[in-house]
Structure formats: C-alpha cells, structure tokens
C-alpha cells in the first residue's frame, strides 16, 4: 500500500524559513502530480503548490514569491520552501500525490497525515 510521511513543520517567527518534505513509500508505477494543501481552523482547505510530471507548478496567489515547490524524482519526494513565513501562513500542511499504482487501474490521491506549521507574530 502507497504511504505518504510529511515532516519538517514548526513553530517559527514571522520572517523565518522552513522547508517541509513529503515521501511517499511503496509500489508506484508513476506519479502525475505533487501537490500541497493547507487548512486553518474555521477555514477551508486551501490548495498551495503543484508540481506536475513534466515539473511545471503553479502557486496559490498567497504564497507567490515566498513558497516554492520541487520534487526529488528517485526518492518520491517533494519539498515545499517556505520563506518569509507570515502569521496567516500558520495551518496544518497536508501533501497529496495523484498516482497510479498499476497501469490497468486509474489514477488515485493518496494523503499524507499533515504536519503543523505555526508563525508568531
């Protein structure tokens, strides 16, 4: 069964960096898209960065300039940069790949278990 694992969240002042990181365990045959998601208590689930198979991304306009998104290929992996963390940044991260395990059945996300990531003011 596909597993995905996220770490690198915090509790970091505003202004400072994190990098957090998602890889994802066990049998794929290949992986269409990486993406990161953020909730806030009261809020609805906001999409933050997408990076496709062919490496192109995309951000959320709140995060332009700041944040960005890449991935390691070999290890399954993808990173999200985060710098010039403000207090509205605070969420919980979530990581979603859009995979396939086997060629003869669709394309399915897969979830991570979301780590917490804090800014003070």
């Known amino acids: 069964q596909v597993h995905l694992v996220e770490s690198g969240g915090g509790l970091v002042q505003a202004g400072w960096s994190l990098r957090l990181s998602c890889a994802a365990s066990?049998?794929?045959?290949?992986?269409?898209?990486m993406k990161w998601y953020r909730q806030a208590p009261g809020k609805q689930r906001e999409l933050v960065a997408t990076?496709?198979?062919?490496?192109?991304?995309n951000y959320a306009d709140s995060v332009k300039g700041r944040f960005t998104i890449s991935r390691d290929n070999a290890k399954n992996t993808v990173y999200l940069q985060m710098n010039s963390l403000k207090p509205e940044d605070t969420a919980v991260y979530r990581c979603?790949?859009?995979?396939?395990?086997?060629?003869?059945?669709?394309?399915?996300?897969?979830w991570g278990q979301g780590t917490q990531v804090t800014v003070s003011s």
């Open positions: 066990g049998s794929i045959f290949s992986i269409n898209a």
């Open positions: 990076i496709t198979s062919g490496a192109n991304t």
């Open positions: 979603n790949f859009r995979l396939v395990v086997d060629p003869r059945r669709p394309e399915y996300d897969y």
